[in-house]
């Protein structure tokens, strides 16, 4: 395959497209919380690894949607690591939608490439319960 920038890497190819739904894609994913969200999804819930995408307008809507998964126990039970959050992540209204502030690790890095250095660490040591990164579309 190649694409306006050249050849695109094997792995580029098998990467799951929402354009091309097969019944090869259907596997058992983690229930997002939301009935319909799930039905939508082709793993029926948020994939059991991988990279998640979520675009929004503004900031605050991800931790809602993000909650049902975060808060239910699992074997995952590492931190929650955010890297450059927007804000500050604010405590009573992550408390009320049941997320446990104790294991929220936050990250400020003032260079692109430290932010990406600490998701790699914590990628490779596999300690967290989930990594969400936030990044500024400027």
Same mark, same amino acid.
């Given at each position: 395959?190649?694409?306006?920038? @050249? %050849?695109?890497? /094997?792995?580029? +190819?098998?990467?799951? &497209?929402?354009?091309?739904?097969? =019944?090869?894609?259907? *596997? ?31 900031? @605050? %809507?991800?931790? /809602?949607?993000? +909650?049902?998964?975060? &808060?239910?126990?699992?074997?995952? =039970?590492?931190?929650? *690591? ?57």
């Amino acid at each position: 395959m190649y694409s306006n920038l @050249g %050849p695109i890497p /094997s792995t580029a +190819a098998s990467l799951w &497209r929402a354009d091309r739904l097969d =019944a090869k894609t259907a *596997l058992a994913g983690h229930a997002t919380g939301y009935n319909t969200l799930d039905a939508e999804l082709p793993d029926q819930g948020w994939p059991r690894s991988g990279l998640i995408e979520i675009l929004t307008h503004g900031h @605050g %809507p991800e931790w /809602s949607l993000l +909650a049902p998964w975060l &808060r239910r126990p699992t074997a995952e =039970a590492g931190p929650i *690591l955010c890297l450059t959050p927007p804000h500050e992540p604010y405590a009573p209204a992550l408390h009320q939608l049941g997320l446990p502030l104790e294991r929220l690790l936050i990250v400020r890095a003032e260079a692109w490439s430290d932010t990406a250095w600490a998701g790699e660490q914590a990628l490779q040591l596999m300690a967290c319960k989930a990594i969400l990164w936030w990044v500024s579309a400027n």
